[in-house]
T-cell receptor, first 113, second 113 residues
Framework: GAGVSQSPSNKVTEKGKDVELRCDPISGHTALYWYRQSLGQGLEFLIYFQGNSAPDKSGLPSDRFSAERTGGSVSTLTIQRTQQEDSAVYLC???????????FGEGSWLTVV | QKEVEQNSGPLSVPEGAIASLNCTYSDRGSQSFFWYRQYSGKSPELIMFIYSNGDKEDGRFTAQLNKASQYVSLLIRDSQPSDSATYLCASDSMDTGRRALTFGSGTRLQVQP
């Protein structure tokens, strides 16, 4: 696609429920990143994919968080047993192979009530 | 922990003035540096990147890099109210397997009409 596409754009969920956030990167981009941004805060790195593998998942805050990428394209970030502190904007970004300029999607706004 | 530091602001300048945004980084291995602009409620968008010491100009924007001082800055000439946003500084990392950018927490710029 023309840009990084994320869904859902907004999600309100009850504490303890699982959520899945989807990212479709720019066509041809092999690198994919997930970041999290809490209200008024900077961007917190979560995980990086190169192709389908994740060389760096050091930013995942707990074992409730997981992510996968299939077919070298779409990625899903899953948060199990959501907590109120998980409320944030989850931003996906992608870059081309060998490039380190990343382009962001519009984000998925998650609210845990 | 590799860090990127920015003054959170807000930095307030009158319309038509030069806005100067500053950033320091701790990873001496970083090679490339990026400035993103983020409007409230929107995702970050890339303004400029720089990887060589000195100045790089693009329209009203000038990025400056001093690797010896580990200092990056962004100058915005003839500031406009539409430039009011949060400006995020980011650097890459030479950590093995880490291709993601490390972001500062951002400086909020207010351009007064």
């Amino acid at each position: 696609g023309a840009g990084v596409s994320q869904s859902p754009s907004n999600k309100v969920t009850e504490k303890g429920k699982d959520v899945e956030l989807r990212c479709d990167p720019i066509s041809g981009h092999t690198a994919l990143y997930w970041y999290r941004q809490s209200l008024g805060q900077g961007l917190e790195f979560l995980i990086y994919f190169q192709g389908n593998s994740a060389p760096d998942k050091s930013g995942l805050p707990s074992d409730r968080f997981s992510a996968e990428r299939t077919g070298g394209s779409v990625s899903t970030l899953t948060i199990q047993r959501t907590q109120q502190e998980d409320s944030a904007v989850y931003l996906c970004a992608s870059s081309s192979d060998g490039g380190n300029t990343i382009y962001f999607g519009e984000g998925s706004w998650l609210t845990v009530v | 922990q590799k860090e990127v530091e920015q003054n959170s602001g807000p930095l307030s300048v009158p319309e038509g003035a030069i806005a100067s945004l500053n950033c320091t980084y701790s990873d001496r291995g970083s090679q490339s540096f990026f400035w993103y602009r983020q409007y409230s409620g929107k995702s970050p968008e890339l303004i400029m990147f720089i990887y060589s010491n000195g100045d790089k100009e693009d329209g009203r924007f000038t990025a400056q890099l001093n690797k010896a001082s580990q200092y990056v800055s962004l100058l915005i000439r003839d500031s406009q109210p539409s430039d009011s946003a949060t400006y995020l500084c980011a650097s890459d990392s030479m950590d093995t397997g880490r291709r993601a950018l490390t972001f500062g927490s951002g400086t909020r710029l207010q351009v007064q009409p």
